[in-house]
């Protein structure tokens, strides 16, 4: 196992800087996730790390050891999975597996041995006698992954590996990976561009938005504290509202942030609670079971047009009707300020 540290790493495609600018320290055993946008730049860091790109600028220490300039990727420790797997068809299982191994001249016993143990991991014990053809893709990816494992690397690198599942067995897979790293507490970095994904798996999540990282954090932090306002509406379904205040109805040139669960009927508030309210224009109701989300306008600000969304969890059963407004209100302690040129996060 080891920490891998990033230190103003670039790289620049012709006139694009895909990665511009990365400073970031993964711990020994972290589950670290990348997210972001598609194009933001999380495959070409990910390829960095792991030397299938050369970067134009910076450093990666695995370990505390630099690779960035001339430790090939065979050498650094390091096993990839990349979102197709990547399985060879006309190999069993076994020898998908197996593969990494063989290429190192393991002795055969050790092969046999790891590759049992890694496919016991995985519950894919099975289906070491089948070819890929025969797999369903959760069951794909599990090989992909024993794949990588079987190499006992000190840092695993995923691209997006769930991907190619569908929701259910998303569920479940992701599930599986987490216990399983857990268990045996490899450094990880894990790349993604959804959220859910990112919040139920990384210990920190790094947010990344055009080259850059923009926070690094727990879930919890980057979610309840955002930086700026490409975080804010980034992370969190339905994204945070924003809302440009009217000239002296708050500090100058901001933003007020707040998130859709926050937005409530007045009356459902404590009638002591500090919040600030708000006349919320309903005009389309959504019933999703669990909760309703409200989509309307605010008329009484100085833009009425944008649209607000208020997250009502079923046990609020105040009745909503479209085509009505209504009273909501945000607590004050859940206000966000952000300012309204560079985006940036206003504190205190
Ligand atoms: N080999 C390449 N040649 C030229 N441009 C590239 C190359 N690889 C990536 N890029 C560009 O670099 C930027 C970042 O690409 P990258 O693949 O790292 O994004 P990503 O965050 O992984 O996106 P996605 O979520 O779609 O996989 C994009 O603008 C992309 O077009
Ligand atoms: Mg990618």
């Given at each position: 196992?080891?920490?891998?540290?990033?230190?103003?790493?670039?790289?620049?495609?012709?006139?694009?800087?895909?990665?511009?600018?990365?400073?970031?320290?993964?711990?020994?055993?972290?589950?670290?996730?990348?997210?972001?946008?598609?194009?933001?730049?999380?495959?070409?860091?990910?390829?960095?790390?792991?030397?299938?790109?050369?970067?134009?600028?910076?450093?990666?220490?695995?370990?505390?050891?630099?690779?960035?300039?001339?430790?090939?990727?065979?050498?650094?420790?390091?096993?990839?999975?990349?979102?197709?797997?990547?399985?060879?068809?006309?190999?069993?299982?076994?020898?998908?597996?197996?593969?990494?191994?063989?290429?190192?001249?393991?002795?055969?016993?050790?092969?046999?041995?790891?590759?049992?143990?890694?496919?016991?991991?995985?519950?894919?014990?099975?289906?070491?006698?089948?070819?890929?053809?025969?797999?369903?893709?959760?069951?794909?990816?599990?090989?992909?992954?024993?794949?990588?494992?079987?190499?006992?690397?000190?840092?695993?690198?995923?691209?997006?590996?769930?991907?190619?599942?569908?929701?259910?067995?998303?569920?479940?897979?992701?599930?599986?990976?987490?216990?399983?790293?857990?268990?045996?507490?490899?450094?990880?970095?894990?790349?993604?561009?959804?959220?859910?994904?990112?919040?139920?798996?990384?210990?920190?999540?790094?947010?990344?938005?055009?080259?850059?990282?923009?926070?690094?954090?727990?879930?919890?932090?980057?979610?309840?504290?955002?930086?700026?306002?490409?975080?804010?509406?980034?992370?969190?379904?339905?994204?945070?509202?924003?809302?440009?205040?009217?000239?002296?109805?708050?500090?100058?040139?901001?933003?007020?942030?707040?998130?859709p669960e926050h937005f409530l009927p007045r009356a459902v508030l404590?009638?002591?609670?500090?919040?600030?309210?708000?006349?919320?224009?309903?005009?389309?109701?959504?019933?999703?079971?669990s909760d309703r989300y409200l989509?309307?306008?605010?008329?009484?600000?100085?833009?009425?047009?944008?649209?607000?969304?208020a997250k009502l969890p079923a046990t609020i059963g105040t009745p909503v009707?479209?085509?009505?407004?209504y009273?909501f209100?945000?607590?004050?302690?859940?206000?966000?300020?952000?300012?309204?040129?560079?985006?940036?996060?206003?504190?205190?």
């Open positions: 196992m080891a920490s891998v540290e990033i230190r103003n790493l670039r790289k620049k495609f012709g006139s694009v800087w895909a990665v511009d600018g990365v400073d970031l320290t993964i711990r020994d055993g972290e589950f670290l996730v990348l997210l972001g946008p598609s194009g933001c730049g999380k495959t070409t860091l990910l390829r960095s790390i792991a030397g299938l790109e050369r970067p134009s600028a910076g450093e990666i220490l695995i370990g505390g050891q630099r690779v960035d300039e001339d430790v090939p990727p065979r050498h650094r420790g390091i096993a990839m999975v990349f979102q197709s797997y990547a399985l060879y068809p006309h190999r069993t299982v076994f020898e998908n597996i197996a593969f990494p191994l063989r290429a190192a001249h393991a002795p055969r016993r050790n092969i046999e041995e790891k590759v049992r143990w890694a496919a016991g991991v995985f519950g894919i014990s099975a289906y070491l006698d089948r070819y890929p053809r025969q797999l369903s893709g959760g069951e794909r990816q599990r090989v992909a992954l024993c794949r990588a494992l079987v190499r006992d690397p000190k840092v695993l690198l995923l691209d997006e590996p769930l991907a190619n599942l569908d929701a259910k067995l998303r569920n479940t897979a992701r599930d599986e990976l987490k216990r399983f790293q857990r268990q045996i507490g490899t450094t990880t970095v894990y790349v993604t561009h959804d959220q859910i994904e990112a919040m139920g798996l990384g210990d920190r999540v790094a947010i990344m938005d055009r080259g850059k990282v923009r926070q690094l954090g727990t879930p919890q932090r980057v979610y309840e504290d955002p930086d700026d306002t490409f975080v804010a509406t980034f992370v969190g379904q339905p994204p945070m509202n924003l809302l440009r205040l009217c000239d002296g109805a708050g500090p100058p040139g901001t933003l007020l942030g707040f998130r404590r009638a002591a609670e500090d919040a600030r309210s708000f006349r919320f224009h309903v005009r389309r109701v959504e019933y999703l079971g989509y309307g306008t605010l008329p009484d600000q100085c833009d009425p047009s944008p649209t607000f969304i009707l479209e085509g009505e407004a009273e209100a945000v607590p004050v302690r859940a206000l966000c300020y952000f300012d309204s040129t560079s985006g940036l996060r206003r504190r205190g």
